[in-house]
């Protein structure tokens, strides 16, 4: 690859041609025309050459619809071809990449479309009627995919008919930098609504790059069975560009067809939340097992059955700590050996653990872990319209993540609890503050608790204690019926406990840390006991 020669002279920062989109996507497409580089549902395939002249045209076709180099451009759709082409077209332009969790509906979907200040959105037509009674804020033209709508208080055009050839590009009035801002991924808050986390290419080439997931090369095929609104899915894809590697991409995760689909592709490499791998494991064993071309497997969290993983299915197992706004701080070994254990610090990253007061603690002292990086933009440069939580998060120069660990005296981290109050279910980050807005919009609830309690299968479930509004009763099958169309199914409580009212400190602030200790108890409402099951749609209602 030949790089210009940048006018700084620090060596951390590679060249744009190394980890900017649009300059990835044109060298792969002389460099390796005729390798495949993403394969979809049903076995069709593209190159990278057809990558490169897919996302010119639709390239073309957002800067007819207006979009401009450093607009922030909506993607609101489920892993299929048009939601890459999207993220890769937008970026193209030099334009920000902002994606929305499929399941956003409500107030929490007015918020990032209104905080987002985007005018252009591309929209699955399934989506389109979730925005009819929102204030839509700045947003002035829809682009739809799948499918025709019927109504639409937006212009509407048809993603098909995006097309365009390289001559039809406006001009870059300069190059796209490692730093200029790729993508702004909104993730759950804990004291109010969602932030956008602001990344450079720089901070997502670093998230996946060579220093920190140096086991994954130009010759692995990862599944991208994560979804594009998420850094998992977002990260992958651009992991295997910056390689001249190749992914698959199905458009959602299956416990069944799962091997079949990593089989056929000849898939390499692969990413599971820690419930994904129980599930596989629950499957009987059978002769097909090491039937595949699967070497290399991330778990996250790393599970108890890590370790059967590896021996049953002949996979090497890796598991790592990361979020959002970092860039992967801590990564294992393969198969390793410590039980619980997230990584050990890589290259490249200061980790610390340290009290309230950003004072270090010691070995297997539990303390909030905080994180800075040798190679600048490597991670998060801020919130977006949200100049409070960027400096809470970024205090006395150290970005602080909000989770709690441990450190043994061989390095090993652990993760121990949240220390922000957030609650991770199906491996979605879940805002208590909206969970407990919407819980609140029923009118017999006159104040509500989210909190996390410990699942079956692992991460969270959502407990939601409430108290009734005087004179009213609470009926929890109601209040699930009342909630099914204000929020993303993953955010619905399982279980529901009513009190007449909710501890609180002197100040009046609620007592979660007394709720938590108590969990589940006999007087609680389980959703699923009572027959009430919420589960996703085909794209994630």
């Given amino acids: ?70 607009d922030h451009v909506l993607a609101w759709q489920p892993n299929t071809p048009e939601m890459l082409l999207t993220f890769f077209a937008i970026n193209y332009l030099g334009a920000v990449y902002v994606p929305i969790n499929t399941a956003y509906r409500g107030r929490v979907l007015e918020h ?13 037509a399934d989506l389109v009627p979730r ?16 499918g025709d709508v019927a109504e639409s208080q937006l212009p509407v055009t048809p993603f098909g008919t ?24 909104y993730t759950s808050g804990t004291t109010g609504p969602s932030k956008g986390v602001l990344s450079s290419y720089l901070h997502m080439y670093t998230n996946p790059g060579p220093e920190a997931w140096w086991f994954v090369t130009a010759e692995d095929r990862f599944l991208v069975n994560m979804p594009m609104f998420h850094i998992g899915g977002l990260g992958l894809s651009f992991a295997m560009l910056v390689r001249g590697g190749s992914i698959v991409m199905p458009e959602r995760f299956s416990t069944d067809e799962f091997w ?5 592709t000849r898939t390499t490499t692969v990413f599971l939340l820690g419930v994904m791998a129980t599930f596989l494991l629950k499957i009987p064993p059978g002769p097909a097992d090491r039937d595949h071309f699967v070497r290399k497997v991330f778990i996250v969290p790393l599970s108890d059955g890590a370790t059967e993983f590896h021996e049953r299915f002949g996979v090497d197992v890796y598991t790592i700590f990361n979020m959002t706004e970092i860039s992967s701080p801590i990564v294992s070994i393969p198969n390793p050996a410590v039980r619980g254990t997230c990584g050990k610090v890589r290259p490249g990253v200061d980790v610390r653990l340290v009290d309230e007061n950003d004072c270090e603690v010691g070995v297997g002292v539990t303390g909030e872990m905080i994180i800075r990086t040798d190679r600048p933009w490597a991670m998060n440069h801020g919130y977006y319209k949200n100049p409070e939580a960027t400096a809470r998060a970024w205090r006395n120069g150290w970005f602080h993540t909000g989770d709690a660990f441990r450190k043994d005296a061989d390095g090993n981290f652990f993760f121990v609890d949240r220390i922000k109050d957030a609650i991770r279910r199906r491996g979605e980050n879940i805002s208590s503050f909206e969970v407990e807005a919407e819980i609140i919009a029923f009118p017999a609830v006159r104040e509500a608790a989210a909190i996390a309690v410990p699942s079956e299968v692992g991460e969270d479930e959502v407990l939601a204690v409430v108290a009734p509004t005087a004179g009213q009763a609470i009926d929890p099958a109601a209040l699930i ?32 840390a007394e709720l938590r200790a108590q969990g589940i108890t006999p007087d609680t409402w389980d959703r699923e006991q009572a027959g009430i099951r919420i589960s996703r749609d085909r794209i994630g209602s």
């Avoid at 925005?131 to 700045?138: D, G, K, V």
């Avoid at 995006?162 to 991924?185: V, Y």
């Avoid at 079949?260 to 056929?264: A, G, Y």
């Fill in 112 to 124: 990032v479309v209104e905080n987002s200040d985007a005018r252009v959105a591309v929209v699955h």
């Fill in 1 to 70: 690859m030949t790089a210009h020669k940048p006018a700084h002279a620090d060596p951390r920062v590679p060249a744009r041609e190394t980890c900017v989109v649009r300059y990835l996507i044109d060298h792969w497409a002389e460099e390796r025309a005729t390798q495949v580089f993403a394969i979809f549902d049903g076995g069709r395939q593209w190159t990278f050459r057809e990558l490169r002249d897919r996302t010119i045209a639709v390239a073309a076709g957002l800067a007819r619809a207006g979009v401009k180099r450093g």
């Fill in 481 to 512: 019926e009342f909630l099914r169309d204000r929020m993303a199914y993953f955010m619905i409580p399982r279980y529901i406990r009513v009190l007449p009212e909710l501890p609180k400190t002197p100040s009046s602030k609620v007592m979660k």
């Fill in 260 to 264: 079949p689909v990593v089989r056929d």
């Fill in 162 to 185: 995006l097309s365009g050839t390289a001559a039809d590009l406006p001009e870059l009035s300069r190059p796209i930098e490692p730093w200029d801002t790729q993508s702004i991924i």
């Fill in 131 to 146: 925005l009819a009674s929102l204030n839509l804020a700045r947003l002035e033209k829809l682009v739809v995919v799948g």
